[in-house]
């Protein structure tokens, strides 16, 4: 608990301080039956001892960590107070017996501690059944034994509340209408006990491999771990809207979620991920710039994925900066030679560049991989296009028709090649299909030459 959350909590005194001894608490058990069976109804996982005002109760709820709001608790929430703190018959009393009632009220529960408590306990199927058996066996009271709560365990407590002996913690939010359950700042000693009427039998120290009593330590930990949970629950939902975005082609709008998550969780080999769809999209809407900065973090945290350094290549090329692509397509592809997109976007580099011949090899390596890409095939039959090499070039565009890539795209380009080739006949029903899906400029070829 940072000094500035004890800033938002009262220091008050409003009881004589008792003399330190042991307070002791009972609860019907079978109420502590229904409790327990009401928190694994809801799905919690810890029951809490809480001390309230005039109030002392076990208490039970569907959020572990935030309560719901008043019209929402129905069924999701249970408490029992313990015997003689009944506070609920003072609404039963007139204005006069009621103050003096709460005034009791108040007295009695500050025996525990004058503030406001809250000690965790681990609940388990395991303890839920033997408390059941315990009630077969004749048991018919819980008893809780605290030791005198002195000890306090928070240092930034001690320092915030100095050398006043008076001073304690009254919650702003009363955790039993919805305030969260803080960590105790005690190191409590709590003895819980099964009674009857003959003897009394302590509760085991586990249950199910967890401690019953949960420490100031303990409580801290599962706090900050489910805060980190909250954290990474709600980074993972804007991603998962971001990528709908993208699905629907708003990409600016997803690199607004995907922004969201990055500064949820701050940048680090978490939110590397997100980054690296970020830049996806900066690159789609063309803010290059951005893109390589989002794939420089992805690759600080990522050094051995093949990844960045591909897809920085790609902007790289598309940006027309041609050094660095060579270099990070090259990284890229030293990491991971089966790569087909850093071999097929290596190709178009090395076409920039001058070197056709070389990027055949490249998109043939591409090939090699994924032999099934009708789209590698076309865009090799393009380069032994540019080489004058029409016949292997309408050999590849017809690889492509085959293997599924059969748009305008590829039968105007298979037609263009077997015009040079003196086949009109082959060209002009390439470019009437070509047409026929929606080409204008095989449409234009198709009436000049073949009508």
């Known amino acids: 608990m940072s000094p500035k959350e004890f800033l938002y909590m009262k220091i008050v005194n409003p009881f004589k301080s008792h003399k330190k001894k042991d307070f002791v608490a009972y609860w019907d058990l079978k109420q502590f039956s229904q409790l327990l069976n009401k928190g694994i109804e809801v799905g919690s996982d810890y029951f809490f001892l809480i001390k309230c005002i005039e109030n002392i109760c076990l208490f039970v709820r569907e959020s572990d960590f935030e309560g719901t709001k008043v019209f929402e608790r129905e069924d999701k929430e249970l408490s029992i107070n313990a015997e003689g703190f009944d506070d609920n018959r003072t609404f039963d009393l007139n204005d006069k017996k009621r103050k003096i009632e709460f005034d009791r009220l108040c007295f009695e529960a500050s025996k525990l501690y004058e503030g406001d408590l809250c000690e965790w306990f681990h609940l388990t199927n395991q303890l839920l059944l033997e408390v059941k058996e315990k009630i077969k066996e004749g048991y018919t009271k819980l008893e809780m034994t605290v030791k005198p709560l002195e000890e306090v365990v928070d240092k930034k407590y001690k320092d915030f509340v100095g050398s006043s002996k008076k001073s304690f913690i009254s919650h702003p939010e009363p955790i039993l209408y919805g305030g969260s359950c803080p960590k105790s700042i005690f190191k409590a000693n709590i003895v819980v006990s099964y009674v009857k009427s003959s003897s009394s039998q302590e509760l085991n120290a586990e249950y199910e491999g967890k401690p019953l009593f949960v420490n100031s330590e303990l409580a801290e930990e599962i706090i900050s771990n489910n805060n980190i949970r909250?954290?990474?629950?709600?980074?993972?939902?804007?991603?998962?809207?971001?990528?709908?975005?993208?699905?629907?082609?708003?990409?600016?709008?997803?690199?607004?979620?995907?922004?969201?998550?990055?500064?949820?969780?701050?940048?680090?080999?978490?939110?590397?991920?997100?980054?690296?769809?970020?830049?996806?999209?900066?690159?789609?809407?063309?803010?290059?710039?951005?893109?390589?900065?989002?794939?420089?973090?992805?690759?600080?945290?990522?050094?051995?994925?093949?990844?960045?350094?591909?897809?920085?290549?790609?902007?790289?090329?598309?940006?027309?900066?041609?050094?660095?692509?060579?270099?990070?397509?090259?990284?890229?592809?030293?990491?991971?030679?089966?790569?087909?997109?850093?071999?097929?976007?290596?190709?178009?580099?090395?076409?920039?560049?001058?070197?056709?011949?070389?990027?055949?090899?490249?998109?043939?390596?591409?090939?090699?991989?994924?032999?099934?890409?009708?789209?590698?095939?076309?865009?090799?039959?393009s380069l032994y296009f540019d080489l004058d090499n029409y016949e292997k070039a309408e050999k590849d565009y017809t690889k492509a028709i085959k293997l599924g890539d059969n748009g305008p795209i590829s039968y105007f380009n298979r037609g263009l090649s077997k015009r040079l080739m003196e086949d009109s006949k082959g060209a002009c029903e390439d470019w009437k299909k070509a047409a026929e899906l929606g080409d204008k400029n095989a449409e234009e070829l198709f009436n000049k030459y073949c009508s």
């Open 230 to 381: 909250k954290l990474e629950e709600k980074f993972c939902d804007l991603c998962r809207e971001a990528e709908s975005e993208e699905s629907d082609n708003n990409y600016e709008q997803g690199i607004s979620l995907y922004s969201q998550a990055i500064n949820l969780v701050g940048i680090w080999s978490y939110s590397a991920g997100a980054l690296f769809n970020r830049a996806r999209l900066f690159r789609r809407i063309n803010q290059f710039d951005n893109a390589i900065k989002d794939y420089d973090q992805f690759i600080k945290y990522n050094p051995d994925d093949f990844r960045g350094y591909i897809n920085r290549g790609i902007v790289n090329l598309e940006k027309k900066d041609f050094e660095n692509s060579l270099i990070d397509l090259s990284k890229g592809l030293e990491i991971n030679p089966n790569d087909q997109i850093g071999h097929s976007f290596m190709a178009d580099l090395k076409k920039e560049l001058g070197n056709l011949e070389e990027a055949i090899l490249s998109m043939e390596k591409a090939i090699e991989i994924d032999p099934k890409n009708g789209y590698y095939f076309q865009k090799k039959g």
